[in-house]
């Protein structure tokens, strides 16, 4: 039995093993195993000499001497108490009959080298050789070699072995051993001949060893196919083969083959969880493809520190940096990378290091002589001067950092640190001397269409589409043939609201595509103006042109991406036809765009970005994920920073939601950012900061200028703050200005009404009623208006003004499922006229048996099931009740909760074990979870213990 817990014993598992085993061994005191357990168990709860005594006791009471003699020992060795081991194993062996001894003289050998006395140990094990014959012998040879292995004897080793497989030439277990020790090349051959003998043309051991021979011969390449086969025809008989994944994988590196190496590694980990070997490998493969989310998962089950191998110890100790570093986990960061910076030559982990400590005002200066170590070790290095003009930047601190740029500029012209310049007189609001910049990189010898190409750029990022026009039409002017200046005209053009511009960028498109037919980049803009005519027949076009891309470039990230956009523009449309299974279909294939894209390029932040926000619903773990990576990826990216809050708001995180949106608004090049703040008072709101919530949407509100929908977004936000300190009056008086300044904003008015509503102020709740009335003044010809005014009636307890709002309703729509439900329902359950309610809905429910995709089908078929209980038609009623609960996923947890309440009520005469079922699954959700009504809750509760008696 090993200690629970390992290193860090887990006591309450030792504790309860120990009442269980004691219980047994009480049962069965004639049990020896269970004895030998009680007295290991007594053991890891500290008491050792409890646990010889009953060791002892059980050696005489039961006379399994061996047995007791061997536990005994073990239990000395792992307490250090080397001497009494060895007392008893030599008590032991000039006790018991001789043909035990070998295994106990092994066993003593073993105490003598954990002892340290290796010389002891020597005799011992030859000793014990000596006396021993047939297998037990080859056991304890073999043993003996692990000695001499673990002494740094391996060729004596390899010697003993060898007189082992001479003396028993099928034992596969001892050939292997040597094989392991790499004899000479014409003895592994002899073996692996020696071992297919043995095994047979099925065997695994000689297939693998074979393989191994092959990988390690100068001309590994020819056995390719062999190697593979082999290696592969193990795996297929033994998955759990680690060896053969191990090797297989090695080849598929050897071969610069990545992603079938990753793939090896992948199934041999998730096969074999607790091999480090294996791990240590997927980890260096998948972060050589840049494959973080994987290199997160897999770091995740490893232990913090990896015993043994001190490369493998460094190599995890940089992914865990990483990982930190993209989590945005400061004290996990710099904890490891102080660790780093001890080496006077890493100058990366200073560089590291003062990133992390710049962002706080307590860490600057330390940052700053970091960078300047870093710049001392490595003078020349792009990345320590791009770090310290970038620290510079981000504390304002412009003129230094372009008097960085300018020494090196001095000393070595270059496009790069001219860009680095120009990018620094941006952030400083300079567009004069940044685009001045980007004109003398044009200048260098070969640069002209990249400085033309960053000069239109510079120009369009800052909102001036005609310079960009400009400087791109004067680098073609220079680099006539440049496809990449002609390509930016022709995309800037197509995206322009102006007609006459975007007719010159298809005519333009067209001429590059002409010259270009398979140009990836011209392919996919011809997509990218498809999506922008809004022309919906184009999808199938879209999804043609991509996957042409595709087959000949598999790795194109764009193509992915535009993919899953028109996967979405798909989905957007089957949720419009209410065709549910269709979109959840749409949006599974645009998920596997997305990884598929990832897989290509892991370091595409809108392939993220897209899928962070695809999941945040569904998987806000995963979510946050991805859009940590993009953060990672682009510091300044506000909606990667918006993404990353939100994922952490739905994961319950919103304290660090915080704290992310808190530090990306702290960069300089953030001052802007407009939704961002809205976002982070959203989360201060989380958390019940209504001050510091109070004083972001102020800051977001002076960002407002006259953009009529940001004065909204802001007037939403404080919303939001009053209505969760439930300050009812000042809402209402907001909402009626915000209302009445956004005419005809419907969707306002319904989430001004739903706030009310779901107040527990009964006056508030009333005037979310007058909110929706709104509505119905404004559409008076729409059933569906008066639907929600019904519902909202029915809330508040206006039982009569509900009914009369769903009658005039159906006057205009007699057919509207949705009105025909919610008039039934209140007919059936608050009038209690269930024959009247069933007249109602009875022509609907026809019309609907064939199949509905619609969620108010499944409602209607909730409702009509209640309606037969209450008739006493109980098979109507189940029949009607699983036809709701057979839409799965399709169904709001209301409705389904509902429906299950409902049928398990029905069902509590006929089939009780499937209405307790029903119940306790119902019952055991979490509280935020159960939309049961108070009084059904109540019911559910009495009608479960009910059928239980």
Known sequence: MARPGGAKPDAKQIEALYGRVSELSAAAPK????????????????????????????????????????????????????????????????????????????????????????????????????????????????????????????EEARQLLARVVEDDPTNVAVMGKLLALKPDPQQFTVLIERLKKAEGQSGLNWRYWQAVSWIDSADWQKHGKEIVANLSECLAKDPEFSEASLVLGLYHEKGEEWERALEVYRKAVALNPGNDGLAFRLLRVASKLGRWMEVDQVLAGLPKEVAGNPDLERFIQQLRIQQAVRRGDAGAAVTLLEEQVKDAENYTARLQLAMWLARSPEGKERARKLLAEAAEIAP?????LAARVQ?????????????????????????????????????????????????????LEGKVEEGYLALGQLYYRHGQPQQAVESWEAGCGLAPDSYRLRGALAEVRLSSGDKAEQEKGRLLLDAL?????????????????????????????????????LAKNPKSTQAFYLLAKVTLLA??????????????????????????????????????????????????????????????????????????????????????????????????DA????????????????????????????????????????????DQARLELLGSQELWEPFVALARECVARNAGDDDLVVRVGATLLQSKDPGAAKTGVE???????????????????????????????????????????PGHLRLLNDLAWLVCEDQKKPQEAAKRVAAAVDKIRDGGKDSVVASLWDTWGVIQYRLGKLDESKEALERCLAFGVDLEDSTRQSAQFHLARTLSTTDKPRAVQLLEGLLALPKERLALSAADQDEARALLDKVKT
């Open 31 to 154: 049990d020896v195993d269970f004895r030998i357990q009680l007295a290991r168990l007594t053991y890891y709860k500290g008491d050792l000499e409890a646990a010889i005594k009953i060791l002892k006791s059980a050696r005489e009471e039961l006379g399994e001497k061996v047995l007791t003699t061997r536990a005994l020992i073990a239990v000395y060795v792992e307490a250090g108490k080397f001497k009494e081991a060895i007392e008893e194993c030599t008590a032991a062996i000039a006790s018991i009959d001789k043909a035990q001894v070998p295994s106990l003289q092994t066993m003593l050998a073993e105490v003598y080298a954990q002892q340290g006395d290796q010389e002891m140990a020597r005799k011992t094990f030859t000793a014990a050789a000596e006396q021993a014959g047939g297998s037990e012998r080859t056991m304890i040879r073999s043993q003996m070699a692990d000695w001499l292995v673990r002494q740094q004897h391996p």
């Open 380 to 384: 020349d290095a792009p990345d320590a």
């Open 391 to 443: 620290f510079h930047v981000d504390q304002s601190e412009f003129k230094e950092a372009i008097e960085l740029c300018g020494q090196s500029i001095t000393k070595k012209p270059s496009a790069e640190t001219l860009r680095m310049r120009s990018r620094v007189y941006e952030a400083q609001g300079d567009l004069v001397a940044a685009a001045a910049d980007l004109k003398q990189m044009a200048g």
């Open 513 to 549: 595509l002409k010259e270009r037919p398979d140009d990836e980049q011209f392919l996919l803009m011809r997509v990218e103006a498809l999506l922008a005519s809004d022309d919906k027949g184009q999808i199938k076009a879209c999804e043609d042109i991509c996957n042409q891309v």
């Open 571 to 668: 989905m957007e449309q089957a949720v419009a036809d209410r065709d549910l299974p269709r979109a959840r279909q749409e949006r599974a294939r645009a998920l596997d765009y997305l990884d598929r894209g990832l897989v290509a390029n892991s370091q595409d932040a809108r392939l993220l970005l897209m899928q962070s926000e695809l999941l945040m619903a569904e998987s806000p773990n995963r979510a946050l994920l991805a859009a940590r990576a993009a953060l990672d990826l682009e510091p300044s990216n506000e909606r990667a920073a918006i993404a990353c809050a939100r994922s952490l708001g739905r994961s319950e995180q919103t304290k660090e939601a915080v704290n992310v949106l808190t530090r990306y608004l702290s960069r300089v």
């Open 671 to 714: 001052k802007d950012s407009f939704a961002a703040r809205l976002t982070l008072a959203q989360a201060q709101i989380g958390i019940k900061d209504y001050a510091s919530a109070e004083v972001t949407i102020k800051e977001a509100e002076a960002l407002v200028a006259s953009d009529k929908a940001r004065q909204l977004a802001v």
């Open 771 to 813: 909110f929706m009335a709104m509505l119905v003044e404004r559409h008076p010809d729409d059933p569906a208006v008066f639907s929600q005014l019904g519902l909202a009636q029915y809330q508040v307890g206006q039982l009569q003004e509900a009914a009369t709002t769903f009658e005039q309703g159906l006057k205009l729509d």
